[in-house]
Each structure stands twice: as C-alpha cells, then as structure tokens.
C-alpha cells in the first residue's frame, strides 16, 4: 500500500519541538507516512509578509491531511514593526495563519475533546459532602464552529460611508454611539449563517449518538445576543425533535456555564458552540484534565481537508530552553484524532493507551504535572523533558 503524505506544519516556538516528538511517536507506534513540510507562521510574516504561503495552501490542497504544531500571533502594530524593511509600507496586514487556513479550506467544524486521564496530578478536584474529596470523570467534546462569529474578520475601525450609514441605521447604535465622533468607534461582527450553524449541530448531535453521549449543550447566550446565539438555539431545538429524539438538548449560557464547569463537569457530554463561545468553553474543560498540554483539536470541512493541532501557543519562552520542557500530549493527542480521522483506529488506541499508563503510573511527569513553574531549572527538580516524555511513551508502545 502506497504511504500517505501528511503535511507538517511545525509553525512557531514550541510548535516545531511538540510536532517532531508527535511524529516519533506515530512511528513508533507502526504509522507508515511520509512528511513534507509546510511553511507558516511568524518566520514567513517577517520574511516575506505573508505567514500563510501559498506554497503551503498548495501542499494541504494536494495531500489533504496536515499535522499542525503552533504559531505567534501579535497585535497590527507589534506585527508591522516586525516586517522585513524592505516590506514595511507596502501594504503588508498581518492576520492569523491557522484562522487563514480555516476560511480558506473552509475548515468549519473544530473537535475538542477534554477526557480525564487516570492518575494525572492536575485533573480537578472538588470538596464534596462531609468534607469528602471527589475527582469527577470529565469525558466531554466541544464542537466549536470555526469560520463565522467573532472570527469572520469582519471588522471596521473609525468607520466611514456606507459602514457608518448602515450602523447609524440601526436604533440600538444611535440611542447608545450616536454621539461618539467615528474616528473613536471600532467595530467586530459577529455573522452567524444557517448552513454554517446547520453543519456544527448536526455534526455535535451524530457524535453524540455514534458515541453513546445522552446530551448535546448549546453553549451560547441566546437571551441577549438574540439574533445569532437564538437562531442557533432554535435550529438546536428544530433538529433534535425532528432527528435526534433520543439525544437530549441542553441549553447553558456561556457565562452560567463557566460557572458549571468546577460544579458538575461529569454531567456534559457534547457541547456545541460559535466560534468564540466555543474557544472559551474548549479552554474551561480543559483546564480540568490538566490544561491545555493535555488539549487537541481536530479541524475539517467538506473539502474533504483536515488539520490537526494543539489548542495551546507557541510560548516562544520556552523554545530557547536549552533543553525543552513543555509537555508533548497534546501534540501526540490531536496525532491520534488524524489517525482516527484516516481510520487508523487500533493506531490510535495503542497510542492513547500508552499515555494513559505513563500517567497513570507517574514516574514520568513534565513540569506542569509537578506544578513547577516553567523554568529551565525544572529538569534538576525531576520534570521529564519534552523528549523523555515521548521516550516514555514510546516505550509503553513496545
């Protein structure tokens, strides 16, 4: 059988170190595939003014599977100052690679699964009756709508002509801004559409009845962001009476839900979100099974394109360590959803198991499972490199 060719994207920072110790791992563990690298990030900006090359659009289009580590983002104007001279004044913008690569291949389903690990020092813990400890299982999975919302890039400041005239249109705008001179407004839209909305919750409510989930949890703020979180809800309601009976639909506020979320986390199964909304709860979850060195995504679309990475940065701090530290799984984990996405299941699984027995047997534990702080230090005080974490790895794989 001819090898498949996974396009890596190593990006910024720790993104290039995390990405090499992922692809040791699917070696090892009998993953046959050749790699070819695509170029993106904060290099490609300062060089050449585009963090997203063209060349790299080109490798994903034509092998349609990409493994992807992290990159730098900074604000418009730390960006611009970064540019190579002889691109600075010539019209150079930066914006987000990944978020590029997302509306470009119109990757509009992002998958973030935030499952406990057994043993993990860092899973959450709660006081319960009598003065008793309780660790509860966390199993949930965010499905986060990817390319509309607050993300869409659709943004104006100081606006003028017909932006400005079709703001001033609005009641809500002049009784609250009408008064605000227009070079002080700064505008971020937040576009919902109904295919878009349509696809994340079908997509939510088929994981959850393939996977024996009783609920899917709307996590929006229907009642006052009444236009675009309330279409989602009522197309939520619409699709469960009609196509998902047995699945319940639960309804939580953004806001009321990050409360829930050190309460009754065992309570949720799958969680569908827009794309902000999606992003903040995805962390959340997260943050009860260790952070986000424990968190992966999935990424995919109808192009039949998909992209697989870690939800954490590139901490470009930590990549001038002498020796790295941070914490590979999450890279090794959104590894296994692409093998899971390429039915290489029983890959996965061997992967996933050796990880769950490195944790569970804790001699092997990276700094922020020691709940050190982040200093090149660490490695004397008994974290596992970055490197020794795979190794470990590795070896529950034989």
Same mark, same amino acid.
């Given at each position: 059988?001819?090898?498949?060719?996974?396009?890596?994207?190593? /990006?910024?920072?720790?993104?290039?170190?995390? &990405?090499?110790?992922?692809?040791?791992?699917?070696?090892?563990?009998?993953?046959?595939?050749?790699y070819v690298v695509g170029?993106?990030?904060?290099?490609?900006?300062?060089?050449?003014?585009?963090? *997203?090359?063209?060349?790299?659009?080109?490798?994903?289009?034509?092998?349609?599977?990409?493994? =992807?580590?992290?990159?730098? @983002?900074?604000?418009?104007?730390?960006?611009?100052?970064?540019?190579?001279?002889?691109?600075?004044?010539?019209?150079?913008?930066?914006?987000?690679?990944?978020?590029?690569?997302?509306?470009? %291949?119109?990757?509009?389903?992002?998958?973030?699964?935030?499952?406990?690990?057994?043993?993990?020092? &860092?899973?959450?813990?709660?006081?319960?009756?009598?003065?008793?400890?309780?660790?509860? #299982?966390?199993?949930?999975?965010? %499905?986060? #709508?990817?390319?509309?919302? &607050?993300?869409?890039?659709?943004? !104006?400041?100081?606006?003028?002509?017909?932006?400005?005239?079709?703001?001033?249109?609005?009641?809500?705008?002049?009784?609250?801004?009408?008064?605000?001179?227009?070079?002080?407004? @700064?505008?971020?839209?937040?576009?919902?559409?109904?295919?878009?909305?349509?696809?994340?919750?079908?997509?939510?409510?088929?994981?959850?009845?393939?996977?024996?989930?009783?609920?899917?949890? *709307?996590?929006?703020?229907?009642?006052?962001?009444?236009?675009?979180?309330?279409?989602?809800?009522?197309?939520?309601?619409?699709?469960?009476?009609?196509?998902?009976?047995?699945?319940?639909? !639960?309804?939580?506020?953004? $806001?009321?839900?990050?409360? !829930?979320?050190?309460?009754?986390?065992?309570?949720?199964?799958?969680?569908?979100?827009?794309?902000?909304?999606?992003?903040?709860?995805?962390?959340?979850?997260?943050?009860?099974?260790?952070?986000?060195? =424990?968190?992966?995504?999935?990424?995919?679309?109808?192009?039949?394109?998909?992209?697989?990475?870690?939800?954490?940065?590139?901490?470009?701090?930590?990549? $001038?360590?002498?020796?790295?530290?941070?914490?590979?799984?999450?890279?090794?984990? @959104?590894?296994?959803?692409?093998?899971?996405?390429?039915?290489?299941?029983?890959?996965?699984?061997?992967i996933r198991k050796a990880?769950?027995?490195?944790?569970?047997?804790?001699?092997?534990?990276?700094?922020?499972?020691?709940?050190?702080?982040?200093?090149? $230090?660490?490695?004397?005080? /008994?974290?596992?490199?970055?490197?020794?974490?795979?190794?470990?790895?590795?070896?529950?794989?034989?």
């Amino acid at each position: 059988m001819q090898k498949r060719t996974i396009v890596s994207m190593p /990006g910024d920072g720790i993104g290039k170190t995390v &990405l090499d110790q992922a692809i040791r791992v699917l070696t090892a563990a009998g993953f046959e595939a050749n790699y070819v690298v695509g170029d993106i990030g904060w290099e490609f900006w300062c060089k050449e003014g585009n963090p *997203l090359p063209q060349r790299t659009i080109d490798l994903l289009e034509k092998h349609k599977i990409g493994l =992807f580590g992290a990159i730098t @983002s900074k604000p418009k104007d730390a960006a611009t100052a970064e540019l190579a001279p002889e691109l600075k004044d010539k019209g150079f913008v930066y914006s987000s690679p990944i978020v590029g690569l997302r509306q470009h %291949f119109d990757l509009d389903i992002c998958i973030r699964p935030c499952k406990t690990y057994k043993g993990n020092p &860092l899973n959450f813990i709660r006081r319960g009756a009598k003065n008793t400890i309780e660790e509860p #299982q966390v199993d949930v999975v965010i %499905f986060r #709508q990817n390319t509309e919302g &607050l993300y869409g890039g659709v943004e !104006w400041s100081s606006p003028k002509g017909v932006v400005l005239e079709a703001l001033r249109s609005h009641p809500k705008f002049m009784q609250n801004f009408g008064n605000v001179p227009p070079e002080e407004v @700064s505008v971020s839209t937040r576009i919902f559409t109904k295919k878009a909305t349509e696809r994340i919750l079908r997509a939510a409510f088929t994981h959850a009845k393939e996977f024996g989930y009783k609920s899917v949890t *709307l996590c929006e703020k229907p009642n006052v962001i009444r236009e675009t979180s309330g279409m989602m809800y009522k197309m939520a309601m619409e699709m469960q009476k009609k196509d998902f009976p047995t699945i319940e639909l !639960w309804n939580t506020n953004i $806001d009321a839900q990050m409360m !829930w979320l050190t309460k009754n986390p065992e309570d949720y199964g799958v969680i569908v979100a827009g794309n902000m909304f999606g992003d903040i709860i995805s962390d959340g979850f997260a943050g009860l099974i260790g952070g986000l060195g =424990f968190a992966c995504s999935a990424q995919m679309g109808q192009s039949g394109i998909a992209v697989f990475e870690p939800t954490h940065g590139s901490a470009p701090k930590y990549a $001038d360590y002498e020796v790295s530290i941070v914490n590979p799984i999450a890279m090794i984990e @959104s590894a296994c959803m692409m093998l899971d996405y390429i039915n290489e299941n029983k890959i996965a699984e061997r992967i996933r198991k050796a990880i769950a027995e490195v944790i569970e047997n804790g001699k092997i534990m990276t700094y922020d499972m020691l709940k050190l702080q982040g200093k090149p $230090d660490v490695i004397e005080k /008994g974290a596992a490199s970055t490197i020794q974490m795979t190794d470990a790895i590795i070896a529950k794989l034989k």
